[in-house]
């Protein structure tokens, strides 16, 4: 065994963890919690109290 088929092996073994983390993220169990994620940055927690934009607090 040479170099070369390592290099084979290894390449073979790479292509076929990418596959697994693609069916991973494309899968349908996971939807839900990826919607859930992407909700997030839009999501308010709480109005804030006070002024609004532009008012100084002393």
Do not use: C
Not at 5 to 23: E, K, M, N, P, Q
Not at 37 to 58: F, I, M
């Amino acid at each position: 065994m040479d170099i070369n088929d390592l290099r084979s092996i290894f390449t073979v073994l790479v292509f076929g963890a990418f596959i697994g983390i693609v069916a991973w993220a494309y899968s349908s169990k996971r939807k839900q919690a990826f919607d859930e994620a992407a909700r997030l940055p839009l999501d308010d927690d709480a109005p804030a109290a006070g002024g609004g934009a532009g008012q100084q607090h002393n």
